[in-house]
């Protein structure tokens, strides 16, 4: 019930006759995809102890988060659906949820700049080389701006 309001709050609240934005997003967009962290664990895990959710986002889920970004005016050529991936905004190994609010449709050209950050990002805050709250800004800094992914891994790799 909580995805299908979702959606129509998402759907309302943009106006379809909005230019064309091309044929993908090159980041999460803010009104669709403000990121969210964990609101059901699992588990925790790391020093800092943050909660841990399973991935568990459903074929449902993903058509909605599709659909929600056509409608702000991405083209999203879902005849190529092996080009993207539903991304979570705030990685799930960092204590992000499976919420559409933390879903986002990204292009495979988009993963290859932003995949090992999290990674990176999620190896360092096991080792208690950096918080929670430093990594989620500097995963959102990389995935709101492409150009700064380079700047953020060598961040990371410093610590």
Wanted: some cysteine.
């Amino acid at each position: 019930m909580k995805n299908i309001l979702w959606l129509l709050l998402v759907v309302t609240n943009i106006s379809l006759a909005q230019d064309s934005l091309g044929d993908f997003p090159k980041g999460p967009m803010a009104k669709l995809t403000p990121g969210e962290l964990c609101d059901r664990p699992s588990s925790y895990r790391y020093p800092e102890n943050i909660a841990y959710c399973e991935r568990n986002v459903t074929v449902e889920q993903k058509s909605q988060i599709f659909a929600a970004y056509r409608a702000s005016g991405y083209r999203l050529n879902l005849s190529d659906r092996s080009s993207y991936k539903i991304d979570h905004y705030l990685p799930l190994c960092a204590g992000g949820s499976n919420n559409n609010e933390n879903l986002w449709p990204q292009h495979v050209s988009v993963g290859v700049l932003t995949d090992d950050l999290e990674q990176l990002g999620c190896d360092k805050m096991a080792k208690g080389k950096i918080t929670q709250a430093k990594f989620v800004l500097l995963i959102k800094r990389a995935k709101n701006d492409l150009s700064q992914a380079s700047a953020v891994r060598s961040e990371l790799s410093r610590l």
